[in-house]
């Protein structure tokens, strides 16, 4: 049932934020990758370049011939989901 499905998701969550926790009072390093990838996408989702990025997805759709556009799709839709 969803209210099972719903305390799963629950638990799993709080269990990661124990984690997440856990390892910012220990005092960990944030590894440099992950540093990189947040730097990068704060300003990726800044609305100045979400507009261009925006602009420019819908230029390629445009200009694109049916096969070629599907496989923009679905590479685009990969990248949504990564940056998710």
Do not use: C, H
Request: glycine letters at 4%; a positive charge.
């Amino acid at each position: 049932t969803m209210a099972s499905i719903d305390s799963q998701v629950v638990a799993s969550l709080r269990q990661k934020i124990a984690e997440l926790e856990g390892a910012a009072s220990s005092g960990e390093q944030i590894p440099p990758a992950r540093r990189l990838f947040r730097a990068a996408w704060r300003r990726l989702a800044s609305p100045g370049v979400l507009g261009r990025l925006r602009a420019a997805d819908r230029f390629v759709q445009a200009r694109l011939q049916t096969a070629w556009l599907e496989r923009y799709q679905r590479v685009r839709n990969r990248v949504r989901e990564v940056l998710s």
